[in-house]
């Protein structure tokens, strides 16, 4: 089957050089015809860690043909739509479309996740509903994961989505409520919330307890007050962005390294009540947040001085 580099910059020629390398069929398209004249002319040249040069097929979009089949994505995250553009009309009927992409827009894609196709208003579906295979008791078809929504959470709260890690937050604490000691099975139904389907529906055969599920209780929990412990410098980071349905957490006997803390979050802010050994806790937004500033970055460590 041929392969499909949309895309033959730095990220897309290193790939699609390595796949034709190694003895695919490998068509690079690109939209500079100077580049792609050359590659056709001269094959296309590695250089790096490693050095070499192999021929492989290349095109401008103008010239590409379907039905496509694997198809990777490897464009500037603005040039996203007109590729898709040319994309759309040539897919086959098992087209499959890899994203080599940085640089992603984080809100859009957090804007359509939270579409109602994909999100049931319990959780995130594993396929939209309006997919022709979808089937809200199918195991990966669109049923619901609690797992996968610990994840989701700590994404969305790197990159400054909070609102969203509250809706998501919610969702799967109203589902735990609704089942057995508060756990959340392994997975349940992906139907609708709504007055048909007021609860989540159980899946034939869900473990419950599961403790992959229960850790995303903890996942979310970490994403919404934004706790990063780092135990050899004693440090607690906290970052809290409670909202109005769960105004105030306490949490009790926290360990960091040799030392425990008991902290009471409310909204953004947080009060340290009790403390044994050595731990320094500081608001900040944590390490690997993408979207924080320097002056946000202050303005929180000023905070923390107060305490």
């Given at each position: 089957?041929?392969?499909?580099?949309?895309?033959?910059?730095?990220?897309?020629?290193?790939?699609?050089?390595?796949?034709?390398?190694?003895?695919?069929?490998?068509?690079?398209?690109?939209?500079v015809a100077?580049?792609?004249?050359?590659?056709?002319?001269h094959?296309?040249?590695?250089?790096?860690?490693?050095?070499?040069?192999?021929?492989?097929?290349?095109c401008?979009?103008?010239?590409?043909?379907?039905?496509?089949?694997?198809?990777?994505?490897?464009v500037?995250?603005?040039?996203?739509?007109?590729?898709l553009?040319?994309?759309?009309?040539?897919?086959?009927?098992?087209?499959?479309?890899v994203?080599?992409q940085?640089?992603?827009?984080?809100p859009?894609?957090?804007?359509?996740?939270?579409k109602?196709?994909?999100?049931?208003?319990w959780?995130?579906?594993?396929?939209?509903?309006?997919h022709?295979?979808?089937?809200?008791?199918?195991?990966?078809?669109?049923?619901?994961?609690?797992?996968?929504?610990?994840?989701?959470?700590?994404?969305?709260?790197?990159?400054g989505?909070h609102?969203?890690?509250?809706q998501?937050?919610?969702?799967?604490?109203?589902?735990?409520?609704?089942?057995?000691?508060?756990?959340l099975?392994?997975?349940?139904?992906?139907?609708?919330?709504?007055?048909a389907?007021?609860?989540?529906?159980?899946?034939?055969n869900?473990?419950?307890?599961?403790?992959?599920?229960a850790?995303?209780?903890?996942?979310?929990?970490q994403a919404?007050?934004?706790?990063y412990?780092y135990?050899?410098?004693?440090?607690?980071?906290v970052d809290?962005?409670?909202?109005?349905?769960?105004?105030?957490?306490?949490?009790?006997?926290?360990?960091v390294?040799?030392?425990?803390v008991?902290?009471?979050?409310?909204?953004?802010?947080?009060?340290?009540?009790?403390?044994?050994?050595?731990?320094?806790?500081?608001?900040?937004?944590?390490?690997w947040?993408?979207?924080?500033?320097?002056?946000?970055?202050?303005?929180?460590?000023?905070?923390?001085?107060v305490?």
């Amino acid at each position: 089957m041929s392969i499909t580099v949309y895309g033959a910059g730095a990220i897309g020629g290193a790939i699609g050089a390595s796949m034709a390398r190694g003895g695919e069929d490998v068509l690079l398209v690109d939209k500079v015809a100077a580049h792609v004249d050359a590659i056709n002319a001269h094959g296309l040249r590695i250089s790096g860690f490693q050095r070499y040069t192999v021929p492989v097929r290349a095109c401008v979009p103008a010239d590409l043909r379907g039905p496509l089949g694997i198809t990777f994505l490897a464009v500037k995250s603005q040039d996203t739509d007109s590729a898709l553009d040319v994309l759309a009309p040539l897919a086959g009927p098992e087209i499959v479309v890899v994203s080599l992409q940085n640089g992603m827009n984080p809100p859009r894609i957090a804007e359509r996740l939270f579409k109602d196709d994909l999100f049931s208003g319990w959780g995130l579906r594993t396929l939209s509903s309006n997919h022709p295979s979808y089937n809200p008791y199918s195991y990966h078809l669109g049923s619901i994961w609690p797992v996968e929504h610990g994840t989701f959470a700590l994404g969305l709260m790197r990159y400054g989505l909070h609102d969203r890690v509250q809706q998501l937050a919610r969702a799967q604490f109203e589902a735990a409520s609704l089942f057995d000691f508060y756990r959340l099975p392994e997975l349940f139904g992906g139907h609708p919330r709504d007055a048909a389907h007021p609860f989540p529906a159980m899946y034939p055969n869900a473990n419950s307890p599961q403790a992959w599920s229960a850790s995303a209780t903890f996942s979310l929990l970490q994403a919404l007050l934004g706790l990063y412990p780092y135990a050899p410098l004693n440090l607690l980071v906290v970052d809290p962005h409670l909202p109005d349905w769960l105004p105030e957490i306490t949490i009790r006997d926290l360990r960091v390294g040799a030392a425990k803390v008991t902290i009471r979050f409310h909204g953004n802010s947080w009060d340290v009540k009790e403390k044994e050994g050595t731990l320094h806790v500081v608001q900040q937004p944590l390490p690997w947040s993408l979207t924080a500033t320097w002056p946000e970055r202050v303005v929180d460590l000023l905070k923390s001085l107060v305490k």
